[in-house]
């Protein structure tokens, strides 16, 4: 179980309690955090799920695949914390985490 | 009625399209009456990991869910599983419930999505003769998938496919029957039939294309061989037919809505009455980028036409259209496809098949119109983009690796 904190990109701030195994994007599907869209459902075939993760927890969030790094490359206003929140792990290191959600996924 | 003053709203099915609506309906400040009507009894599920993941076990049913049950609760739509939808009464604006009684509607989605093509050969009623489209569907087919046996899949398209890499993966006797010359045929250009075909039989499954189903045989009621029509004797243990799918469009054309092969909706999704809307793979749509209409079978179309409907209720401006977008995971390859490519006149191959890496792209009169990009997301997604903006691309630059797509992608657009 981890503590995840999405915070919006206008600063509203949720907590949510996370099951291990899940993703990042799930999580906040399940609770309708706005700002991710995840069309493909966490297929990494979208590119609709980008959310920027506190550097703090870069290293815990897990390695990027080459799939989600060439995916990114293309996505809008990227930065070096960005991650796709599909190929995020939930997992008890995650415990405190916060991402925030970009302004708009296209 | 005037748009944004619906009071009652019904969405007919409960897949994707139905999924997006509701959801859209909500966040675009409906707060009306909402029900939605499904056959299945499971909640609103994704359907791309059924040939996918869910086949193999990977995923728990309650991750295919869009939203949690206590969703639906909390933003007080009705959900009423279980339940066919047999007529509706456009007259006094309401549909009947196959267990009786009637939904009242001031605006009515229909979601009906599509169903799996039946097999038209004597035996395709045996036991274990499956089509792949539901989770019941996977339930019955998932159990039997046991390494050692043997499986005979009916159509090389992406479902078929799907499930023979995940068969294989399984350690399932894999042979795969396509009446075309090659596999894909109806949805790719030779050079990506020959990719798949090269991969799956690398692993050890059988393709026979440009081969004709003749029946299915049977013993104790239960498939035993599927025969073709030269005579030859594939003996199995079971039969998974993907030869493509129907839209549900009955419904509306009982109903008297307009349709011709599919529900013919505007760009909003809206039916030939205004009361109706429809969505998803049951509609046949205007395809803005490519100049006509036509039907696709995807997820973005589910998405994108459940947000089309929603704003054309509420009034609100039309969300964009996006260009048609699909993937197919088999093995470790991701399949990313921007654009529809019937109708190509030319096709740039860049990288090399051989790595596993590389894209197609497909031009007509010089424009830019799909892209099947292999483990490649960078071509996929800039070609999603050329496609919006109508970019016309030289051939060389294309197949040009030496230059990144994302600076092809920026000339082009300059």
Same mark, same amino acid.
């Given at each position: 179980?981890?503590?995840?904190?999405?915070?919006?990109?206008?600063?509203?701030?949720?907590?949510?309690?996370?099951?291990?195994?899940?993703?990042?994007?799930?999580?906040?599907?399940?609770?309708?955090?706005?700002?991710?869209?995840?069309?493909?459902?966490?297929?990494?075939?979208?590119?609709?799920?980008?959310?920027?993760?506190?550097?703090?927890?870069?290293?815990?969030?897990?390695?990027?695949?080459?799939?989600?790094?060439?995916?990114?490359?293309?996505?809008?206003?990227?930065?070096?914390?960005?991650?796709?929140?599909?190929?995020?792990?939930?997992?008890?290191?995650?415990?405190?985490?916060?991402?925030?959600?970009?302004?708009?996924?296209? | 009625?005037?748009?944004?003053?619906?009071?009652?709203?019904?969405?007919?099915?409960?897949?994707?399209?139905?999924?997006?609506?509701?959801?859209?309906?909500?966040?675009?400040?409906?707060?009306?009456?909402?029900?939605?009507?499904?056959? %299945?009894?499971?909640?609103?599920?994704?359907?791309?990991?059924?040939?996918?993941?869910?086949?193999?076990?990977?995923?728990? %049913?309650?991750?295919?869910?869009?939203?949690? *049950?206590?969703?639906?609760?909390?933003?007080?739509?009705?959900?009423?599983?279980?339940?066919?939808?047999?007529?509706?009464?456009?007259?006094?604006?309401?549909?009947?419930?196959?267990?009786?009684?009637?939904?009242?509607?001031?605006?009515?989605?229909?979601?009906?999505?599509?169903?799996?093509?039946?097999?038209?050969?004597?035996?395709?009623?045996?036991?274990?003769?499956?089509?792949?489209?539901?989770?019941?569907?996977?339930?019955?087919? *998932?159990?039997?998938?046991?390494?050692?046996?043997?499986?005979?899949?009916?159509?090389?398209?992406?479902?078929?496919?799907?499930?023979?890499?995940?068969?294989?993966?399984?350690?399932?006797?894999?042979?795969?029957?396509?009446?075309?010359?090659?596999?894909?045929?109806?949805?790719?250009?030779?050079?990506?039939?020959?990719?798949?075909?090269?991969?799956?039989?690398?692993?050890?499954?059988?393709?026979?294309?440009?081969?004709?189903?003749?029946?299915?045989?049977?013993?104790?009621?239960?498939?035993?061989?599927?025969?073709?029509?030269?005579?030859?004797?594939?003996?199995?243990?079971?039969?998974?037919?993907?030869?493509?799918?129907?839209?549900? %469009?009955?419904?509306?054309?009982?109903?008297?809505?307009?349709?011709?092969?599919?529900?013919?909706?505007?760009?909003?999704?809206?039916?030939?009455?205004?009361?109706?809307?429809?969505?998803?793979?049951?509609?046949?749509?205007?395809?803005?980028?490519?100049?006509? *209409?036509?039907?696709?079978?995807?997820?973005?179309?589910?998405?994108?036409?459940?947000?089309?409907?929603?704003?054309?209720?509420?009034?609100?401006?039309?969300?964009?259209?996006?260009?048609?977008?699909?993937?197919?995971?088999?093995?470790?390859?991701?399949?990313?496809?921007?654009?529809?490519?019937?109708?190509?006149?030319?096709?740039?191959?860049?990288?090399?098949?051989?790595?596993?890496?590389?894209?197609?792209?497909?031009?007509?009169?010089?424009?830019?119109?799909?892209?099947?990009?292999?483990?490649?997301?960078?071509?996929?997604?800039?070609?999603?983009?050329?496609?919006?903006?109508?970019?016309?691309?030289?051939?060389?630059?294309?197949?040009?690796?030496?230059?990144?797509?994302?600076?092809?992608?920026?000339?082009?657009?300059?």
């Amino acid at each position: 179980m981890a503590k995840i904190t999405f915070i919006n990109h206008d600063g509203t701030e949720r907590t949510l309690e996370a099951k291990n195994g899940m993703s990042v994007m799930e999580v906040a599907v399940n609770n309708s955090v706005p700002g991710i869209d995840a069309d493909c459902g966490g297929a990494c075939a979208c590119a609709t799920c980008h959310v920027y993760v506190d550097p703090a927890f870069l290293a815990q969030a897990g390695e990027q695949q080459e799939m989600e790094k060439s995916m990114l490359d293309f996505a809008e206003n990227v930065k070096p914390n960005s991650r796709l929140s599909c190929q995020i792990k939930v997992t008890d290191a995650l415990d405190g985490l916060r991402v925030t959600t970009p302004e708009s996924q296209h | 009625m005037p748009a944004g003053e619906a009071q009652s709203i019904v969405i007919v099915g409960a897949g994707q399209a139905a999924a997006q609506a509701v959801q859209s309906l909500r966040q675009g400040g409906y707060t009306g009456a909402m029900t939605l009507v499904g056959d %299945e009894a499971a909640l609103p599920y994704q359907r791309p990991p059924l040939s996918k993941g869910y086949m193999k076990g990977e995923v728990d %049913e309650e991750r295919l869910y869009f939203k949690p *049950s206590a969703w639906y609760e909390d933003q007080k739509i009705e959900l009423l599983l279980g339940t066919h939808v047999p007529k509706i009464d456009r007259a006094n604006r309401q549909v009947q419930l196959g267990h009786g009684g009637h939904l009242p509607y001031d605006c009515l989605i229909l979601a009906t999505g599509s169903r799996p093509r039946r097999l038209n050969v004597r035996g395709a009623d045996l036991g274990s003769v499956h089509d792949l489209r539901t989770l019941a569907d996977v339930e019955r087919l *998932s159990p039997k998938m046991v390494a050692g046996r043997r499986i005979v899949i009916i159509g090389a398209g992406y479902i078929g496919l799907e499930a023979a890499a995940v068969a294989r993966q399984m350690g399932l006797e894999v042979t795969v029957i396509e009446m075309e010359p090659r596999v894909l045929a109806r949805v790719t250009s030779p050079v990506l039939s020959e990719f798949y075909a090269g991969e799956h039989a690398r692993r050890g499954v059988k393709i026979l294309t440009g081969v004709q189903l003749s029946h299915l045989d049977g013993v104790d009621g239960e498939v035993s061989a599927a025969v073709l029509a030269d005579g030859t004797r594939l003996p199995t243990d079971m039969v998974l037919s993907g030869i493509g799918i129907l839209p549900n %469009e009955e419904l509306a054309k009982e109903a008297g809505i307009a349709c011709s092969n599919g529900v013919l909706v505007d760009r909003d999704a809206r039916t030939s009455d205004p009361h109706v809307f429809a969505a998803g793979d049951c509609t046949s749509r205007p395809l803005i980028h490519f100049g006509r *209409s036509g039907r696709l079978e995807s997820v973005h179309n589910a998405i994108e036409q459940g947000k089309l409907a929603a704003a054309a209720i509420l009034g609100q401006t039309r969300p964009s259209e996006d260009c048609p977008w699909f993937w197919s995971d088999q093995y470790d390859l991701k399949l990313q496809i921007a654009g529809l490519s019937q109708g190509y006149d030319t096709h740039v191959i860049r990288g090399d098949p051989a790595t596993r890496k590389f894209a197609v792209f497909y031009l007509k009169n010089a424009t830019l119109i799909a892209v099947d990009a292999v483990n490649s997301p960078p071509e996929f997604l800039a070609t999603k983009k050329l496609i919006i903006s109508g970019a016309k691309l030289a051939p060389q630059t294309l197949s040009d690796t030496s230059t990144p797509m994302k600076e092809i992608a920026a000339q082009a657009a300059a």
